[in-house]
């Protein structure tokens, strides 16, 4: 028993050692520095003087103070790199405003949503006088002139018609129908010059039935006229994503709304970055850039577009934007509810005021 006993007291010593080393190696894990995957995104992420900063840079840090842990930034270049290493496991979460769709949703986990967006559009603001001149030379400002004037020489040539070697008003030839398109051009505006009437009766059943016309027909077709003159922006012919197949459309490359140009059918120019898009805007080489909202206003603000460039007032879809983590992560459902606490504390409300 004695021996037993002895024999018992180093074994015990050995596995409290074990269980000690065991129990100090899942507290270390639990303080496992966090590798935090960012791309730039302003406002919501953007480095300045060496700084890591934005709105999502904010709500990660109010989240991370009940958190407690130790974290560390992985940047990437591009929103597919960073996609691609989310969903590889490179990084533990991405707190970039990343908009959740049912694609990404297969190979990653998102969080609950923490900033709801908006896909909108950017266009030139154009002088009022410009807008003008442009619908003047437009091609709904022609052919409702042309339909107007071919109205207006078919009854012109009616009573010319019936008018012809009877009225000597109404002469032969070429001429003559000169005269019947005066005369059809007076009656209809009711100018009433009264150079030139028609005298027999075949004549003044068209005159009569022509002057009625005219009020109902000049009041429609002066209407269209008007209305390519009328100084309108290109948004106001915007209400969903297909309105926009008749423009040039401009996006940020291999982004949740390229894809919805592509799958709504509307063809459009790729481009790097938002800057490069809004340069392409601004040169005149696109009508429309459609991207974020938010990120459309920071980018129009702080690139000086204020006087060439202006946000549509127009929601084309609703984005909700959210952290990422690898498929599976337990660190997805820790940080839900602690998430979910920080969007409704009066910190995030005061930097969503900013």
Known sequence: MKIFKLLLIPLLAIFSTVGFSQEADSLNSKKQTIKVGIK???????????????????LW??????????????KYETIDELIDATANGEVDLSINPVTVTSQRMQKLDFSQPYYISSTT?????????????????????????????VVIFIFGLLIWVFEKGKNEEFRKGSKGIGD????????????????????TFGGRIIGFIWMFAAI??????????????TVQSLDAQIQNFSDLKKFSVGTVKNTSTSKTLTQNGVSFEEYANVESGLEALKNDELDFFVYDKPILNHFIKTNG???????????LKTDYYSFMFPK???????????????????????????
Do not use: H
């Open 61 to 74: 840090q109010l989240v991370d103070g009940q958190l407690g842990s130790e974290y560390e930034y992985v």
């Open 121 to 149: 559009l950017a266009q030139r603001d154009e002088n009022e006088m410009l807008k003008m001149i442009k619908n003047l030379f437009s091609a709904d400002f022609f052919s409702a002139t042309l339909v107007l004037v």
């Open 328 to 354: 599976g992560s337990e660190l997805r459902s820790t940080l839900d509810p602690i998430i979910v606490e920080q969007i409704k504390s009066p910190q995030w409300e005061v930097e969503m005021a900013k």
């Open 305 to 315: 577009y204020n006087d060439e460039l202006v946000i549509v007032d127009k929601t």
């Open 216 to 229: 109902i027909l000049i009041s429609g077709l002066t209407a269209s006229i008007a209305s390519s003159l």
């Open 40 to 58: 730039p995104a302003p406002p919501f992420v953007y480095e300045e003087q060496g700084t890591i900063q934005g709105l999502s840079v904010e």
């Open 180 to 199: 019947g398109f005066w005369w059809s051009a007076v009656t209809m505006t009711t100018v009433g010059y009264g150079d030139k009437a028609p005298r």
